[in-house]
């Protein structure tokens, strides 16, 4: 399996908030990762999304270390015309409580996801990859540095993240039409 990580931005949206939400993924960024640049199209993840296949939402890549799961609806993923958007509900528990702190205070390094790339869902030309299908396995709120440029994550409340989900809806349904 292959990961990625992300550079973010977090902005706390006060002491009540419950939600991580950001991209683990953004689109048409080029990214050097060891001795190629790789780039992500828009609809690499629409398959894996679509597929309904369980993806977990993790601290560190670690699968002991779970902040939740699409099969519960505790974790949220699609894509809009910027990336992989999630929406975490992030438990009452010491690694929630963990994460929520870092994230307020500015501490966590980036997202993250892991994936595999299925036969012809990626091309290469020189040194340069263009994953154009992943699948999708997990994504992780990883606390040191990211590979990729451009991801946010943003803790907040969940009456915001309901507002922020009915605007994404409406995006999407543009998007699709």
Excluded at 80 to 106: K, S
Excluded at 114 to 140: C, M, N, Q, Y
């Amino acid at each position: 399996m292959e990961r990625r990580a992300l550079q973010i931005e977090l902005r706390a949206a006060g002491s009540n908030s419950r939600r991580l939400e950001g991209y683990a993924a953004v689109f048409g960024v080029d990214t050097k990762i060891n001795d190629f640049v790789e780039t992500i199209t828009r609809g690499a993840f629409s398959q894996s999304l679509a597929s309904g296949r369980d993806i977990l939402a993790l601290v560190d890549h670690a699968q002991g270390n779970v902040l939740g799961r699409t099969k519960s609806g505790t974790l949220k993923l699609s894509e809009d015309t910027r990336g992989l958007h999630f929406a975490i509900d992030v438990p009452d528990t010491t690694l929630g409580r963990d994460v929520l702190a870092l994230a307020e205070r500015g501490d966590i390094g980036g997202a993250s996801f892991g994936f595999r790339v299925p036969k012809g869902g990626d091309a290469w030309t020189g040194d340069r990859r263009e994953l154009r299908s992943v699948e999708l396995h997990e994504i992780s709120i990883v606390q040191s540095f990211a590979a990729y440029p451009q991801t946010s994550v943003e803790a907040r409340s969940r009456r915001q993240s309901e507002a922020s989900d009915a605007a994404l809806r409406r995006s999407l349904a543009r998007w699709r039409a």
